[in-house]
Structures are given as C-alpha cells and as structure tokens.
C-alpha cells in the first residue's frame, strides 16, 4: 500500500514530511488529533529500516497520544514526531533546529517533546526555533526529564489498583517486580522501596539492576522470565508488546501495572489477562505522569502543582477499574472509553482548537 493510503486509512488530521538537505534530516510529523487542543507528542530519533517503518510508527505511537492526554483530562490532542537516522551518527545542531522550523511552520498545531533518541538539550536547541516545545531543561525554567513523574505516576496507579485488590493503598511489604531499570524503571523501583515495598528488579543489559539492587537493598532476577516471578505487582517497564499469550499464562502476580507503552502484544490479550483473575491498569493511563507534567509548562511551570496533577492518576485508575467492573469490561476497553467520552463531551461544548 502507498504511503498516503496508510495516511488515509490511519483518521490522521495531518502527516507532515520533513526534510533539510544540509542536515540530511529526514522526518515525519504525525497529527492525529486536535479535538482536545493541539497534538502533543516527543520526537522520536531511531534508525529505522525505511520511511514506511518510520511513518508506522508515528502513526500508531500519535494515535495512543490522544488517547492518553484525553484519559487524563487534559486540553491536548495527540501527536508524535519521527527523525530518521542514528541519533549517534547524524545528530548535529543543524538537524535538530532545521526540524524545528519543520515543528514551527505547524503554527503551534503540534507541540513536541523528547522521547527515545532525543533529550532535553535537544528540546532545549529546538526551543531557539520555535515556542512549540514542552520538557526544556529546569534551568530554561522548564520540567526537565518527565522519567521521575512518570514513575510518580505509576506509583499512584498501583496505590489505586492496591485498594482495589487489598482494599488498602499500601505499598508497605508488597512484593513488586519491576522488569527493566532504565529511566522510569529505576526511579520506580527507588520510589517503591521508600515507600516500604519488598522489590525485585531485572534488567536486560547486566549490571544494570545489581547495581539498583544493591543501593535500594531490592533482589534480582533475569529479565527473561522476570514475568513469571511470584509477586503482588508486576511492572513492566522496558519495551511493548511484552504480555502476549505465552506470557500473560506464566503471570504469578495479582495485578500488572508499569510504564512501558502498548504492553499488549494486541487488544484481545486484556481479556486473556482478566481471564486469569489479574488486574491490569491500562498502560496510557498508568504511565501518563511524564505528559501531565510537561503540559504543566504550558502555564509556566510550578513543581508543586505539576505532582497535584500527577496525583490526579490515582483517581483516573479508580474510575477506570470501576467502570470496568459496572459495565463489564475490560479496564484497557474502559480506559479507552473514558477518552472517547472525554473527546465527544468536549468536543460537542466547542468548535475544534488549533
Ligand atoms: P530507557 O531507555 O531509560 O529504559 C529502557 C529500558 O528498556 C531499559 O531497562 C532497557 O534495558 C530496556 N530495554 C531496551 N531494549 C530492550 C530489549 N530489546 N529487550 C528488553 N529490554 C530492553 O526508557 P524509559 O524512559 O525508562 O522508558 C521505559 C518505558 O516506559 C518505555 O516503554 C517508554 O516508552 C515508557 N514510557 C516512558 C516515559 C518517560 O517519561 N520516560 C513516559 C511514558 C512511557
């Protein structure tokens, strides 16, 4: 199928190509909406195999945007941006600002952000091109690395699925596996083991969670595997797709919730999951703190009143796991419906918002 023809098919708004021949920058915006305000997303910088790879990804990856910024209330659609090329290899000064130009002739329809390959010197280079930007570095006055409230943020989700489950939100002497300690990962498994949590951590590359381990006084096991650990929580938190048929059957834990994004290998595996008598806490929902918080720059940034709106996750999980038990549903299907809901209410009090 033709490029274009997957644009058509995918319900984008609009597909912005970008390119600068100097900088050798080559790079998709993808607008999925702007019901809600304008699309945001980061920019993701991956060597992908081709421009159809590149344009699949910014596609998928800015639909789930607006799923998460509309099931977190907030007055943003979603979007996502792709470079590209190994940031390794081609990342210059040049190709970061020729793609901001890109961002800024969108007219503030599109507001970006880091994500994998890019970091907050580079939102902080773009930010000399264009305003369109959330996540500059705390001494530009911005939020910095949204990983911590991410991880902030999965922690309330858990408190939320804890009470649910033990009708008691403390973390205190539960056992919690989180498999991968990158930068959300290792901030969550600090964060549980202050809060008193008996944590087990496994990591992909060695050394890595030994290390943790050996600060925060948690346990290690492989990372392959790790799924299968008997625990309370299981916290996925490195790649997606990690809870397919195979894995979701060697489950031990009572309830998953952890950052990475789409941890389902596909929609039907919610099902399989709850078949099994484990709760799941739909990832776009769980791991939304690091957007609640990068939004917060939108009105000048505020440390204090950017973990109040992290906090909010905690009752958007509670609502969620209550309507899936009202009406019957899975919790990522009420998830889902939760942003549905939000668009239409929304979008029927106004005009779209650009
Ligand atoms: P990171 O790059 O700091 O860490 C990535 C983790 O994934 C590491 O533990 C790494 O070992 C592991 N990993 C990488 N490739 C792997 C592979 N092939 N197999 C197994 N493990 C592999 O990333 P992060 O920012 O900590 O993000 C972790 C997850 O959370 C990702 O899925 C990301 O999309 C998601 N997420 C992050 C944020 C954020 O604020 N950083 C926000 C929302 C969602």
Known sequence: MDLFSRIADSEHEQVLFGYDAASGLRAIVAIHSTQLGPALGGTRFYPYADEGDALADALRLSRAMTAKAAAAGLDLGGGKAVIIGDPRRIKSERLIRAFARQVHSLGGRYITAEDVGTSTADIDLMRRDTPHVVGLSTALGGSGDPSPATAIGVVHAMRAVAER????????????????????????????????????????????AERLAGEIGADVVPFAGSHATTCDLFAPCALGGVLDAVSIGQLRCRAVVGSA??????????????????????????????????????????????????????????????????????SADAALRLAEDRIAAITAIRPPRT
């Open 165 to 208: 489950l033990w009708d008691n939100d403390d973390l205190g002497g539960r056992h919690i596996v989180v498999a991968g300690v990158g930068k959300v990962g290792s901030a969550l498994a600090r964060a549980l083991a202050e809060a008193g949590a008996r944590v087990t951590v496994a990591n992909r590359t060695p050394g890595v």
């Open 261 to 330: 994004n789409n941890q389902l290998s596909s929609p039907a595996m919610a099902r399989l999951i709850e078949q099994r008598g484990i709760a799941y806490g739909p990832d776009f929902v769980v791991n939304a703190g690091g957007l609640i918080n990068a939004a917060e720059e939108r009105t000048g940034y505020d440390g204090a009143r950017a973990a109040a709106a992290v906090a909010t996750i905690r009752q958007t999980t509670r609502s969620v796991l209550e309507r899936a038990e009202r009406e019957h549903l899975t």
